[in-house]
């Protein structure tokens, strides 16, 4: 009700300024750590490179190194015939001498399917045994006498992996010429060029997950090539029963890594695991403390096989953790992620924002994945 004399904001309400804050605040908050956030060591936590096709290839190689298991089990104390890991059997040669569950055998001959060896039991004077499926085999040298000529050469291929680029884009952005000249609160330039901020980041959004998750393709005229990111790579070393990071859940894969030829140093994860992580209680952690605050949060861990850094990423599924190290992934370019305006044909402006990366990732039996957190 109006008062005669004193005039009250509820009197004369037509007209009024509107009290709006001079910013705007994304509701969609954006950080990319892959693409530009530093690990515990000072690094970035990827490294860059650029490529020069839609494929890109490189070439992993394996040392044969004298250690595997055994993959069958040999009942009998006097069977001759040892199965070992796929793949492995050329790792020995004729005249090893081999360490299973305190016995001593020794290589007579490569039997006639791959990775099979024919022995000879109680080599040494030790006592035969049972070996049993996932026994370790250690080669502990060559048994061939003084003189003697050396067996056939050994050598092992090496692997051709290959991944493809992605096109980010083309995303278009359009504004109308009275659009472009309209006030606006919260913004400091153009409309136009308020758009084309946002859509950038949001293609960095799109390769940040690519990276993370992305599933190789080769595409077709009609449909896009796709990336192949840490998901699709990590494939030996998977943890798909943990559902809550451990201490020793990490540190059994670290050593799964570290076993492989690996030195993991990096550690990517998502909000509700970088909390678990955070929340554990070993000595094995180390994170800085203030008296005057509460809490504690974990930026790397220093263990046996090394210092692993622990990056955050928003877009790191919540199912998901990564461990691998920093000079095994890089992210390749193409194209740069970049802004170019299109031809004018009508009362407004246009553009569009396009780019290309790739992703490479070497020896990923160095690497691990957790794929089954809550």
């Known amino acids: 009700m109006a008062i005669p004399g004193i005039q009250q904001t509820y009197d004369l309400p037509t007209g009024v300024k509107l009290d709006v804050e001079d910013a705007i605040f994304l509701i969609s908050p954006f950080d990319v750590p892959l693409q530009g956030g530093m690990g515990a060591d000072g690094r970035t936590a990827l490294a860059t490179g650029s490529i020069f096709e839609t494929k890109y290839e490189w070439l992993d190689e ?7 298991t055994v993959a069958t089990t040999v009942s009998s104390t006097t069977a001759t015939i040892l199965n070992v890991g796929a793949g492995t059997g050329i790792n020995f040669q004729t005249g090893d001498v081999l360490l299973v569950d305190g016995e001593q055998v020794q290589i007579t001959a490569y039997g006639t399917t791959a990775d099979f060896l024919l022995i000879s039991r109680g080599f040494n004077g030790s006592t035969a045994t049972t070996m049993a ?17 050396p067996p056939s050469a050994r050598a092992a291929d090496r692997v051709d992996r290959y991944n493809y680029s992605q096109i980010l884009g083309p995303t278009a952005v359009a504004v109308t010429g009275t659009e472009q000249v309209v006030q606006k609160y919260g913004l400091t330039s153009t409309e136009f060029d308020h758009q084309v901020a946002n859509r950038i980041k949001e293609q960095a959004i799109t ?12 595409g077709s005229a009609t449909v896009g090539r796709l990336l192949g990111g840490l998901d699709y790579w990590i494939s030996t070393n998977v943890d798909s029963a943990t559902t809550a990071l451990s201490d020793s859940a990490i540190m059994v894969q670290a050593q799964a890594c570290f076993d492989a030829g690996g030195n993991p140093d990096r550690l990517v994860l998502g909000s509700k695991s970088k909390r678990t992580v955070s929340a554990i209680n070993s000595t094995e952690i180390r994170y800085g403390q203030v008296t005057n605050v509460r809490g504690q949060v974990v930026d790397f861990y220093d263990t046996d096989y090394g210092r692993i850094s622990v990056i955050l990423d928003r877009w790191c599924p919540l199912s998901r953790a990564f461990l691998f190290e920093r000079d095994q992934a890089t992210i390749e370019t193409l194209r740069p992620l970049q802004f170019e305006m299109l031809a004018k044909t009508g009362d407004f402006i246009q553009g569009q924002i396009v780019g290309e990366k790739g ?11 957790f794929t089954a957190l809550t």
Do not use: C, N, W
């Not at 394996?62 to 595997?68: A, S, V």
């Open 359 to 369: 992703f490479r990732f070497r020896m990923q039996q160095h690497a691990a994945k």
């Open 207 to 218: 390769l940040e997950q690519a990276l993370l998750m992305g599933q190789r393709y080769a």
């Open 133 to 149: 499926t996932g026994d370790v085999v250690i080669g502990v040298g060559s048994g061939l006498p003084e003189g003697s000529v």
């Open 62 to 68: 394996q040392l044969l190194t004298p250690k595997t």
